[in-house]
């Protein structure tokens, strides 16, 4: 069954750090580029950063780079997002996803299988 789960969400103050994981079942890292993104209340999905399926390759929305990191595990089935340096406009519900398809475009539309979720709140 595929199911991706994430996790590592909670509250934070600002400048603080949180890393998310995304466990992924049922799909084999090395075939596929993973996701993150995340979406406010009364805004739009938002493509944050994604990894390809060497591992190799990374991209960024400008929102997170240089404060937002991806990584993977392979052998653990799971990529990781490190947030650092958060900032209160950070908080939204964060997703990872399973993207159909080559590219490390951001865009939510390529990406067909989703998780349900961690919530990240930045507030003092």
């Known amino acids: 069954q595929s199911q991706l789960v994430e996790s590592g969400g909670g509250l934070v103050q600002p400048g603080g750090s949180l890393r998310l994981s995304c466990v992924v079942s049922g799909f084999t890292l090395n075939y596929y580029t993973i996701g993150w993104f995340r979406q406010a209340p009364g805004k739009e999905r938002e493509g944050l950063s994604c990894?390809?399926?060497?591992?190799?390759?990374?991209n960024y929305a400008d929102s997170v780079k240089g404060r937002f990191t991806i990584a993977r595990d392979a052998a653990k089935n799971t990529v990781y997002l490190q947030m650092n340096s958060l900032k209160p406009e950070d908080t939204a519900l964060y997703y990872c996803a399973v993207r159909e398809g080559l590219g490390l475009g951001l865009g939510a539309s390529m990406y067909a299988y989703w998780g349900q979720g961690t919530q990240v709140t930045v507030s003092s």
């Open positions: 990894i390809s399926s060497s591992g190799t390759s990374t």
